[in-house]
T-cell receptor, first 112, second 114 residues
């Protein structure tokens, strides 16, 4: 079975600082990888996805993530945090059987 | 271009009653997933369904919980004889049956047990 590990359940950054949210997965074959964002009292929204091709993936709201096969990682970054980025972020893996596995989430706080 | 629709958004039940949560997937999506989320916790997978078929129910509690996705109509998550511990947000997601396509989520049903 797949597993997804998000290091750091809570991350705080200052407004304008770099955002780095970590995600590692376990898989014997390269999976499909996703990042989702959840705002309070809402469902999850897709930020970006990696399937094949370029390993640096750009998503909405200035976020991007890089697939590193050798490190089995898919970390999410944003060069400059904005107050509106405060939310819960989930990394997810999809296997070829169309099943999804989610990490436990990272809560991002942006300090003014 | 409706997304995943869940209803009701909020549901209040007394202990021992039944709760029914509904999920209409996005148009063209034939797969539905149910998740439970508790405060300060991540998403817990419950069940994965295709039309008229349960693909994976490894996350479902063995008793009181059931799910269906009939040929016509929405997917239903049913909780019988609810207890306080069932209070949570329940999310539904749908996807087409194609590799590399993400899940699309509804806004959830927040279940409160009195």
């Amino acid at each position: 079975a797949q597993s997804v590990t998000q290091l750091g359940s809570h991350v705080s950054v200052s407004e304008g600082a770099l955002v780095l949210l970590r995600c590692n997965y376990s898989s014997s074959v390269p999976p499909y990888l996703f990042w989702y964002v959840q705002y309070p009292n809402q469902g999850l929204q897709l930020l970006l996805k990696y399937t094949t091709g370029a390993t640096l993936v750009k998503g909405i709201n200035g976020f991007e993530a890089e697939f590193k096969k050798s490190e089995t990682s898919f970390h999410l970054t944003k060069p400059s945090a904005h107050m509106s980025d405060a939310a819960e972020y989930f990394c997810a893996v999809q296997n070829t059987g169309n099943q999804f596995y989610f990490g436990t989430g990272t809560s991002l706080t942006v300090i003014p | 271009n409706a997304g995943v629709m869940q209803n009701p958004r909020h549901l209040v039940r007394r202990r021992g009653q039944e709760a029914r949560l509904r999920c209409s997937p996005m148009k063209g999506h034939s797969h539905v997933y149910w998740y439970r989320q508790l405060p300060e916790e991540g998403l817990k997978f419950m069940v994965y369904l295709q039309k008229e078929n349960i693909i994976d129910e490894s996350g479902m509690p063995k008793e009181r919980f059931s799910a269906e996705f009939p040929k016509e109509g929405p997917s239903i998550l049913r909780i019988q004889q609810v207890v306080r511990g069932d209070s949570a947000a329940y999310f539904c997601a749908s996807s087409p049956f194609r590799d590399n396509q993400p899940q699309h989520f509804g806004d959830g049903t927040r279940l409160s047990i009195l």
